[in-house]
C-alpha cells in the first residue's frame, strides 16, 4: 500500500489566506474604480462586484467533487492561477464587458481555492476533529477578506489602482506557488467519480431551504460589497475608506465570540438573533447621514451577517443528514453566492433610480424576509433531525438545528450530524467537508 503523505494544512491555509485578501482588495477598489475609470453608474459598479459571484457558485459543487474524487492539489492550484489571471484581466481590461470577463475567472478561482482546500484539509482529520480543523480553517478566508480592503487601501495611496491590481495578482501567484511547492495529495480509493451521476448527488434534498434563508440574508452583504463605499462618499457621509474593513472587523468578532451559541440554543434561535441584528444594521445605515452611526450600522451589518453561516450549517445537516455532509453545506453556501451576485446589479439598479437609501432599506426588507423563511418553515421539525428510535412527539420540542441526543462523534459523522459536546460546537462554525464560504 502506497504509504498517505502528510497533509500541508498550514501551507494551504496561507494560500487560501492569500486568495481571499486578493479577492477582499478588489472589493474594495471596483466600485469606485469602475466609476471613475470608465465613468458608470452604481448599476454597472453593482454588476461588475457582484458578477464573479455568480461563478463561484455554479463552480463551488463541482470543485468541492472534484476535491473529493482525489483532485484537490490540482483544484487549488487552478484556483491560485485564475485568481492571478483574473487579477491581470482587471489590469488591463479597456471596458466593462472586459472586466466582467476578468471577474468571472476571479470568480471561479476563488470557488476552487476554498471548496477543493477544505476537502484536502480534512482527508486525515478523525471524524471526531472535522468540525475543529474546518472551523480554524474557515479563518484563512475570512481573514484574507478583513485584511484585502486594508492592503487595497494602503496600495490605492502608494501607486493607484495600478498598484491595487498588480498586488492581486502577485497574491494570486503566491497562492499557486504554496500549493504547487507541497509534496502532493492522497487519492481516494472509495470510487467516488469525480463528475455528478444525477441531480440529487449533486443537491441533496433538505439542503435548499436553509440555503433559501442563507441566500436572502447574504443580498444585504452584496449591497455593502457592492455600494457601501459608493455611498458613503456619493452623499458625502465619510468613512467609505474604512467600511468594509469595518464591516469585516464586525463579522469577525462575532464569529469568533458567537459561535458556540449555535450548540447550545440551536441553528434557527441562532439565524433569528442574528437576521434581526443584520437588518438593524441596514436600517441605519439607510436613514443616517452620520459617519459614526454608519459605520456603526456596518459593525451591526457585519455581526448579523456573521453567524448565519454556523447557523445554516446546522440547519441543513439537521434536515439531510447526508453521508456526505459537505455536498449538501456546499449547495446551500452556494445560495449565499447567488444572493451576493443578485445584490450588485438589483441594488445599483435601485439605488441609480432611487438612491442608497432607498437600495439599502430593500437590503433590509430583504433580510427580514428570510427572517420569515426562518421563523415559519425552518422551526418546523423534520424526520431527518430525529435519532434513530426517537418519537416524533419527542422531537418537536426541538429547534431545528440541534440535537436531542448525543451520538458519538463517528456516528454523526456517518449519519450527517453534528458531533456533541466541544465538537459539536466547532462543528457550527463551518462544514465537515466540501466547502465553506464565507
Known sequence: MTPRLP???????????????????????????????????????????GIAFLATACARPFAGRLADAGFA???VATGGV???????GHLIAPNPGSLIAARLIMGVGEAALFSGAIPWVLADTPPQRRGRVAGWFGLSMWGGLALGPVVAVGLNHLSG???VWWGVIVLGIASAVLVLTTSGDNRNDDGLSPLPKGFREIVPVGASLPGLAFGLSSYGYGTVNALLVLHLHHDGIGGDSAALAVFAAGFLLA????SPLVDRKGGVQVALGSLV?????LLLIAGTGNEALALVGTVLTGAGVALMYP?????????????????SVGVMTSYWDLGIMAAGPV???IAADTGYTTAFAVAAATTALSLLVVATVLRRPTPAARPAGQSTGASTGQSAGRQSTEPSAGQAARDGKRPSGGDAKAEAGAPTSGRGPA
Open 7 to 49: 497533509v500541508p494544512v498550514r501551507r494551504l491555509w496561507a494560500a487560501v489566506l492569500c486568495g481571499y485578501m486578493a479577492l477582499g482588495a478588489t472589493l474594495q477598489s471596483l466600485p469606485s474604480y469602475v466609476v471613475q475609470h470608465f465613468h458608470g453608474g452604481p448599476l454597472i459598479a453593482g454588476t461588475v462586484v
Open 73 to 75: 492539489r490540482p483544484v
Open 82 to 88: 485564475l485568481g492571478a489571471i483574473g487579477g491581470a
Open 161 to 163: 489602482y495600478r498598484g
Open 255 to 258: 464569529r469568533a465570540l458567537g
Open 277 to 281: 441584528v443584520e437588518a438593524v444594521g
Open 311 to 327: 447557523a445554516t450549517v446546522a440547519m441543513t445537516l439537521h434536515r439531510t443528514g447526508a453521508l456526505r455532509p459537505g455536498t
Open 347 to 349: 441594488g445599483g439598479l
